[in-house]
Antibody, heavy 122, light 107 residues
Framework: QVQVVQSGAEVKKPGASVKVSCKAT????????IHWVRQAPGQGLEWMGM????????TYAQKFQGRVTITSDTSTSTVYMDLSSLRSEDTAVYYC???????????????WGKGTTVTVSS | EIVLTQSPATLSLSPGEGATLSCRAS??????LAWYQQKPGQAPRLLLY???KRATGIPARFSGSGSGTEFALTISSLEPEDFAVYYC?????????FGGGTKVEIK
């Protein structure tokens, strides 16, 4: 069964960093791009960036440039999203989602993780 | 950045009724638009891509239309499980962006 399985909830203090993982199961990680999308409480969806796990090339939304780093570990079929300098506005559910087509030429997301809640609070 | 504006914010309808949701882009996205459904506490689910192509397993009551800057998602006859929030998303240019969502609620 094709899935992306995310790590558990995190509570962080302002200024800290958080690293969320996303493990691909039921398919080969390197064949599909992985996106990261977040959703603040009661708000809409916000795309943060994506990675080609085959080679590690990334594209980030300008809003997050310099604060977000997306990496992949093909040996464990896992993608990571690291967000630094956390502030209260970063409190959200963070989703990883697989691109719809192999090779990443689609940029629609058809397999989603259940989400990881990140709470930033002093 | 391409801004997607969805309307209405909320649609109050009864099961069996039809629904039409709108998504307007600040500049042309050609046909590169998708629709997602999200239920409370769940991740979004891809419904349609490239304006009108149904994703795997999506029932035929969901259809999409439009091009350029004006798009619509139509649900021909609402089933109880269709009451949810719907988002549009463009892939025409970076960053990928989503609309603010339309909530379809039970009247």
């Amino acid at each position: 069964q094709v899935q992306v399985v995310q790590s558990g909830a995190e509570v962080k203090k302002p200024g800290a960093s958080v690293k969320v993982s996303c493990k691909a199961t039921g398919y080969t990680l390197t064949i599909y791009y992985i996106h990261w999308v977040r959703q603040a409480p009661g708000q809409g969806l916000e795309w943060m960036g994506m990675i080609n796990p085959s080679g590690g090339s990334t594209t980030y939304a300008q809003k997050f440039q310099g604060r977000v780093t997306i990496t992949s570990d093909t040996s464990t079929s896992t993608v990571y999203m690291d967000l630094s300098s956390l502030r209260s506005e970063d409190t959200a559910v963070y989703y990883c989602a697989r691109d719809r087509l192999p090779g990443g030429i689609d940029y629609y997301m058809d397999v989603w993780g259940k989400g990881t809640t990140v709470t930033v609070s002093s | 950045e391409i801004v997607l504006t969805q309307s209405p914010a909320t649609l109050s309808l009864s099961p069996g009724e039809g629904a039409t949701l709108s998504c307007r882009a600040s500049q042309s996205v050609y046909s590169y638009l998708a629709w997602y459904q999200q239920k409370p506490g769940q991740a979004p689910r891809l419904l349609l891509y490239d304006t009108s192509k149904r994703a795997t397993g999506i029932p035929a009551r969901f259809s999409g239309s439009g091009s350029g800057t004006e798009f619509a998602l139509t649900i021909s006859s609402l089933e109880p499980e269709d009451f949810a929030v719907y988002y549009c998303q463009q892939r025409r240019s970076w960053p990928l962006t989503f609309g603010g969502g339309t909530k379809v609620e039970i009247k």
